[in-house]
């Protein structure tokens, strides 16, 4: 019998001394604000876009004396956000230059699918609209309209501009 009060005294001692140390541990809280912005990422894959002579002689000839040059796939852009973006483009001028030559940049006109076509200008057009965040890849197509007996020989000069900024 004093073996089983002696186990019984042990074990209820053992069972008070942990609740008797958690009342002397001390804990203290603190919360974690992490704030992310919305992210954009452009890649295009060509630098320069090339209309060679060669691309001249080869053009399709549209009525009036004008011809037309068309590169597929010129630029493939890639793009990823962790929000939804939209990209838009435009050119820096208002014209493709030589020096004292000048072609309107209305000229060149750009397509993603290669059947709408849009004339670039300054004046910044949305180009694609993504409602969510994500990667894509995307190909924008270019066409050349315009009569060369108007124009100097040369090379002509440009820029165009991709900008990618949050959709509201």
């Keep these: 019998m004093k073996k089983i009060l002696w186990i019984s005294l042990v074990s209820t ?6 609740s008797a140390y958690a009342k002397t541990d001390f804990i203290q809280e603190f919360r974690i604000k992490l704030q992310v912005p919305p992210l954009y990422y452009i890649e295009i894959d060509a630098k320069q876009i090339v209309f060679s002579a ?3 002689l080869t053009a399709t000839v549209s009525g009036e004396e004008q011809i037309i040059i068309i590169k597929p796939a010129v630029h493939q852009i890639r793009t990823a956000s962790n929000a939804p973006y939209g990209i838009w483009i435009s050119t820096d001028k208002e014209y ?3 020096g004292p030559g000048k072609i309107p940049f209305t000229r060149l006109e750009w397509s993603l699918d ?12 949305l180009m694609i ?4 965040n994500g990667i894509d890849l995307f190909y924008l197509n270019l066409r050349l309209r315009l009569n060369p007996f108007e124009i100097d020989p040369g090379i002509y000069s440009g820029e165009i501009l ?3 900024s949050q959709l509201q």
């Design 13 to 18: 001692l053992l069972l008070c001394l942990p």
């Design 129 to 132: 609209k993504k409602p969510f």
């Design 96 to 98: 493709l230059s030589n």
């Design 114 to 125: 290669g059947k709408s076509w849009y004339q670039l200008s300054q004046i910044p057009q």
């Design 162 to 164: 991709y900008t990618v």
């Design 54 to 56: 060669e691309d001249f």
